[in-house]
């Protein structure tokens, strides 16, 4: 590439894309954050407890070894046991994964209810891209609502339990998000059709 005027500014315009895909990576590789995590220091006791398990670990095995444990996420206090999903279904490949579903407790003891909830249907399953797609809508929810109780997420959740319980049947993710969209839209939240719940 030439030394001049055209040459220099292609290479700045080249550098801030570089830069704008990087800061888009790095916002994916943090899963949305939404909530203050847990405090890093609040796992470093469960670290010996998490490596006498063999892993890929079950849900079920993580909360007989470390479910009375408690973690701290700014005022409140949680067990173990109430943000892992005790079956066999959902099952976790390192002491990582297992940190990495507690840090965002809010997110994490909804999707315990959907989960055990699942597991009450004879023939449903809840399939790993649909548990995505529910983490998903409730991290969006948290983001949107983080100021008010987190009522977005508890309603939700709600709903699909009792859609669960009422109908015996596991709502599809585009449902889910449409009922999230439909609350947003309700309680004055305002969603850009470009994003996960502009449905």
């Known amino acids: 590439m030439a ?7 292609k290479q ?5 894309r570089r830069q704008r895909q990087r800061d888009i990576a790095a916002d994916l590789e943090r899963g949305d954050e939404t909530e203050p995590p847990v405090d890093s220091d609040e796992f470093a006791d469960l670290g010996s407890e998490l490596e006498s398990l063999t892993f890929p670990a079950a849900g079920s095995e993580v909360v007989a070894v470390i ?13 173990i046991e109430e943000l892992v999903p005790e079956t066999d279904a959902v099952t976790f490949d390192s002491p990582s994964a297992v940190r990495a579903r507690v840090q965002r407790p809010t997110v994490a003891a909804a999707m315990k209810r959907v989960v055990e909830a699942s597991e009450t249907l004879p023939d449903a399953d809840l399939s790993e891209s649909q548990r995505e797609a529910y983490e998903k809508t409730f991290r969006e ?4 609502d983080a100021d008010d109780d987190d009522e977005g997420v508890h ?17 599809g993710s585009r449902s889910v998000r449409r009922e999230a969209a439909k609350f947003c839209r309700t309680n004055g939240y305002e969603i850009r059709n470009d994003e996960w719940l502009g449905i």
Do not use: C, F, H, M
Request: net charge negative; no cysteine.
């Open 3 to 9: 030394d001049d005027k055209r040459g220099r500014e």
């Open 12 to 16: 700045a315009r080249d550098a801030d």
């Open 67 to 79: 479910g009375d444990r408690e973690v701290n996420s700014g005022d409140r206090g949680y067990t």
């Open 141 to 144: 929810l948290k983001a949107i």
């Open 155 to 171: 309603v939700i959740s709600d709903w699909i339990v009792e859609r669960i319980r009422d109908k015996e049947q596991l709502p």
